[in-house]
Every structure is written in C-alpha cells, then in structure tokens.
C-alpha cells in the first residue's frame, strides 16, 4: 500500500467520500427521517478549506481504497472522513490510513487528535479501541446535533518536523 496526499477535489476521494455518504445513509436514514436532520448536516459540513490534509491509501496497482482528513477543530486537530472501500475492507487500509494522519497532526506539532463516529458503525469503533482511541465526551459541534455520536481522542507523541537536506 502507499500513501498519497491529495487536493480535497482529487476524483478519487470524492468517490470515496461519496461512497462514505451513501453507507451513512443507509445505516442511519429511518421511515421518520430518511435523510440527516438540518442539524446533523451541519455539524457535519466542513467547507474544503478547513481540511489540512486528504489522504488516500492506494493498493498495489495504485487504485484509491481509503480516505481520511485533517481538519482544525477549535484549537484541536480532528480526523474526518475516514472510509475504506468495502471491496478492501480486512486489508489494514484503515490502520495505515489512521497512522499517517496521526503522524502528519504529529509532525504538525499536535498533541492529541479526536474524532466523532455514530453509534452504528460499531467497527469504527473496534478499529478505533484497538488503535489506542479513548472514548470522550460528545463535543462541540455534534453534542446537540447529533446525540448519538460517539466521539474518541488519542495522545500523540511529538515529532520533530522533517529536516530539509542540506540546509542542516
């Protein structure tokens, strides 16, 4: 697998990211309410420009199999959209996905990175607890719009900034 780091409206990741809405959907719409409530929308809209860094994992033949960004979130460094294509789920795209996003906040000179799942996306969850994720209080802004969140912070250890070669 390799990384890549990508514009926000690279096609791969808005094909990945669309594939993520379409199962959101399917897992949460209900007869009620088949769509996100006004709220949830907000609070899960993020304008392109906040994002710090998109990344994609790619497979062997360089096919895009996961996505996952970075944003600034009130002072706090906050992953979102993270998905691994069904197709290659089981592959650890997932796992090499989340440790680059915490080296990249890392390098940054983040401290923590946090994140907000939903309460039926239990192997989000498993993925999360085995990386080293604790769970935390719902914040802002998913506290009030979207209850059922379940939301998880990880300590990162400080890394130096990459050295540029030759001005050492």
Known sequence: ??????????????????????????????????????????????????????????????????????????????VKRVITDPAARGTGAATVLMAELERIAARAGARRVILQT?????EAEALYRKLGYQRIPTYPPYEHAIPTS?????????????S???LE
């Open 118 to 122: 939903g309460g039926k996306q239990a």
């Open 164 to 166: 540029i070669v030759g």
């Open 1 to 78: 697998m390799t990384l890549e780091i990508v514009d926000y409206e690279d096609p791969r990741a808005v094909r990945l990211r669309g594939l993520l809405t379409n199962e959101l959907l399917a897992r949460y719409a209900t007869e009620k309410e088949p769509q996100l409530s006004e709220a949830a929308r907000e609070a899960l809209s993020v304008p392109p420009q906040d994002f710090i860094a998109n990344v994609l994992v790619l497979n062997a033949v360089g096919e895009p199999i996961a996505h996952g960004a970075l944003r600034q979130l009130n002072g706090q460094w906050e």
């Open 150 to 162: 379940i939301c998880f912070a990880k300590h990162l250890e400080p890394m130096p900034p990459p």
